[in-house]
């Protein structure tokens, strides 16, 4: 229920002639202190046409309002407090709460339009690290988000499937590799006789010559070199799959930078028929001085494209494909330059529909404020952070709850839902710190927190025993029980406010901030006791378990029943 509009409504009936009534709805406040009411109107902006003091307009508004859902008024200095009938207002939100359910939020903004989304892009024949953590949680967020608002997303995992690296990987298979030992660790092999083609090359410098040689091959369809980039490929991806498969997340499309390279030519020829390609020392670039940018060089000196070359490439390609509404890039805030280039060089080729997409940045995970590593300086692999986590939230529970079924299934829940919440609770553009024995406690500003709520709520309705009936009077009319009630009202304004910013750490706060004032109401009122307000308060309940739900299902993280 929008009750802010409600109050803007009542106010702008006497004040029509001075402001409009969208000007009085972007003029209301929350006030700070619950005393001071619900909802407050500052009346400086009626003091110069009315030549009255903010605090004389203020006293005079106040004895004009009269609405059956405005409890009172009150004037302190130049504001205007209302206070909103508890008994009215509370009954209309849970109707349309528990009507709607996992719906309420939702809204047809979208229209059904696409929504690509760049997002975790692993490379081929190396690990997941904690790295990739940040794009692949952020990306499947942010799909929830935007279907949740109306448009369809499009996951794609752009695969760093191509390059030079390959030619250096089929050398080493050649020279040092076996099929079984790929087979046996796919990730850790393939890895391993990289790193191995690296050290000797440093001491037989003719090892590079033989890469780019394969490479070759590889670019001109060598049947040899295609076949053992495939496998590769594939065994990689399989390997990926077991981490995606833990987190619940899929994707669809696995179109990497391979799937563009017969997609160049046709930009580099674009680029060319739009006089857009200047020589700069034998190399192609497209001059960006307009936009504050460095020229973007499309193609060096020997006649290799780019990274950006690609990247023009994958956009007019999903342009074309997808029509989208909105293209949306989850990749690290170090690559910032790099969008804006590339924006910059659509634009230069005509193409306003650039202004529709939108690189998503974020900072990097850290330990003790350094980049995070293992103390070898070694990568941490995601798997082994993902499996401890369950470890831990099974520590938890064999000694909150020893008899809690399927434990081990309530622990893959919370351990991995952990490590999504706490990557996603913090702001995107922020560094943090990540401490995985925190990140997985039950008290606190944690995921598990936020599920262990949920599963209460969900146990005191099991202890009720009882349907909830909506005809009945719906009256929740004490502090602790109105501060839930407007939280959850306020959810399709998180929402909202989520995907305007492309920001889902503001559903993260959202989720514990409503916990949080549940567990208040929780520790205060007798939800069970069987007088005339029983069915209301379950009502309540009831309605905070399918908004915590529907907030963790957006974050991409589950909500066990039991904990």
Do not use: C
């Not at 005809?471 to 004490?478: E, N, S």
């Amino acid at each position: 229920m929008d009750y802010k509009k409600l109050v803007a409504d009542e106010l702008h009936k006497h004040v029509a002639e001075y402001m409009s009534q969208e000007e009085v709805l972007n003029l209301l406040e929350k006030p700070r202190h619950d005393e001071h009411g619900d909802v407050a109107f500052p009346a400086f902006s009626l003091a110069k046409v009315l030549r009255k003091a903010p605090p004389v307009i203020a006293k005079e508004l106040e004895g004009k309002i009269d609405h059956p859902a405005i409890e009172k008024v009150e004037t302190v200095g130049p504001y205007l407090n209302f206070f909103l009938n508890k008994e009215l207002i509370s009954a209309e939100i849970l109707k349309e709460v528990m009507t709607q359910e996992a719906d309420f939020g939702s809204s047809d903004l979208g229209q059904g339009r696409m929504v690509p989304i760049d997002m975790s892009s692993p490379n081929i024949a190396k690990p997941i690290s904690m790295g990739h953590l940040r794009s692949t949680v952020i990306g499947n967020a942010l799909a929830n988000i935007v279907e949740k608002v109306g448009y369809k997303p499009f996951k794609i995992n752009h695969l760093g499937d191509w390059g030079t690296q390959f030619g250096k990987l089929i050398v080493a298979y050649k020279k040092w590799g076996n099929e079984e030992a790929v087979l046996a660790d796919p990730i850790a092999e393939l890895l391993k006789l990289y790193v191995k083609f690296h050290e000797v090359a440093a001491e037989e410098t003719e090892l590079e010559d033989e890469a780019r040689a394969w490479f070759r091959k590889l670019e001109d369809g060598d049947e040899e070199a295609k076949g053992l980039w495939t496998w590769f490929r594939s065994e990689s991806l399989k390997e990926f799959m077991k981490i995606y498969d833990m987190l619940d997340i899929t994707f669809d499309s696995f179109h990497g930078e391979a799937f563009y390279n017969d997609k160049m030519d046709e930009v580099i020829s674009l680029l060319e028929e739009k006089n857009l390609l200047k020589q700069d020392r034998g190399a192609s670039v497209v001059e960006l001085e307009k936009y504050n940018l460095n020229p973007a060089l499309i193609k060096k000196s020997d006649g290799a494209t780019l990274y950006i070359t690609r990247d023009l490439a994958a956009a007019i390609y999903r342009k074309r494909t997808y029509d989208f509404a909105l293209s949306l890039y989850a990749v690290g805030n170090e690559q910032s330059h790099h969008f804006k280039q590339l924006k910059g060089v659509l634009k230069e080729m005509g193409y306003d529909w650039a202004d529709d997409m939108y690189h998503i940045p974020f900072g990097l995970i850290t330990q003790g404020g350094k980049k995070l590593s293992t103390r070898q300086g070694k990568v941490v692999l995601l798997e082994e952070v993902l499996n401890e986590a369950r470890s831990l939230a099974l520590e938890q529970i064999n000694e909150k709850n020893p008899t809690l079924e399927d434990k081990e299934g309530v622990a893959d829940q919370v351990g991995i839902g952990a490590v999504v919440f706490h990557d996603l609770k913090n702001e995107r553009l922020n560094n943090f710190d990540f401490v995985l024995e925190e990140v997985v406690q039950f008290e606190g500003e944690t995921g598990p927190y936020v599920q262990y709520t949920n599963a209460r709520a969900l146990s005191i309705l099991r202890k009720a025993d009882q349907p909830i009936e909506l005809d009945a009077p719906l009256t929740v009319g004490d502090d602790y029980a109105w501060d839930v009630l407007k939280l959850i009202n306020s959810f399709p304004d998180v929402v909202m406010n989520a995907f305007n910013r492309f920001e889902p750490s503001v559903i993260a706060k959202y989720a514990l901030q409503l916990s949080q004032a549940f567990n208040r109401y929780y520790g205060t009122t007798k939800i069970l006791v069987d007088n005339e307000g029983r069915n209301a308060r379950l009502v309540l309940v009831k309605a905070t378990s399918l908004i915590l739900q529907e907030s963790l299902r957006l974050l991409g993280v589950k909500s066990p029943e039991r904990m």
